[in-house]
Each structure stands twice: as structure tokens, then as C-alpha cells.
């Protein structure tokens, strides 16, 4: 996840997250989350950038493997009980993201190797 450090500069963190469906909100939580930077940065600024992506186990059409989303949104603080895991601190960041960018979560049906070929799988959205 990212966020914006008070001097404007981008913070860059490995964080745990949940998909809460009913909110189509991400929850993200951690032991001592009140003490982090990411935490702290949140409360100055709640713009956030998240991105969760891996590997296909099979090929696209391309031979792409790497696959991923990523969420622009503002994070927003909740008190949470239980938390979301026993080691957790009951304050959660919230993410309810207003812009998804995609790539290759879904099968490319008619590969162009034309321009915009390295752009085959890929979406984005305002939400």
C-alpha cells in the first residue's frame, strides 16, 4: 500500500488485507497499526494506492503471466471488535477505492499485435 508522507513523498508497504463484500471495501489491519507510518500518514492524508498482483499459472495468449489490480482511493479509520485477526490492533484502515486499473485478470480473445499490443488485458474504471 501507499500513501503520501508529510513532505508529499510516496511510503511503500507490504500490508495484509481483507475484501470486505458487503462494502466492496478493503480492510487493512496489522499489529501496532497505530504506531506505523502508513497509520500516521493516513490520519495528515487519506489518499492511498494499493496494488495486489502474482503470477497465472497458466499463459495469456501473449505468454503474460504477471496479473494483478490496483485500487486508488481514500482510506478512512475504523475501531473494529473483534479485530480483524487476534494479533491486530482494533483500528483498521478502510479503503473504498474510486478508481480499479486491471490487467490480464481476464482472457484475451483476439491478441492484436498492432499498436496498443502491450496494452491487451488491460481496464481501468472510475467507481
Known sequence: MATLAPDGSPHVQPVAIW???ETEAVRIGGPELTKS???KNVLADPRVSLVIDDQSPTP???GQTGRGIELR???EILFLDPPLHPAFDHETLRIRP???IAWNL???SNPSFGSGFHLQGYNSRDV
Open 106 to 108: 481476464e482472457p484475451i
Open 60 to 62: 495469456n495468449t501473449l
Open 98 to 100: 474510486h478508481r480499479v
Open 19 to 21: 475484501f470486505d463484500p
Open 73 to 75: 482511493g481514500h482510506a
Open 37 to 39: 507510518r502508513k497509520y
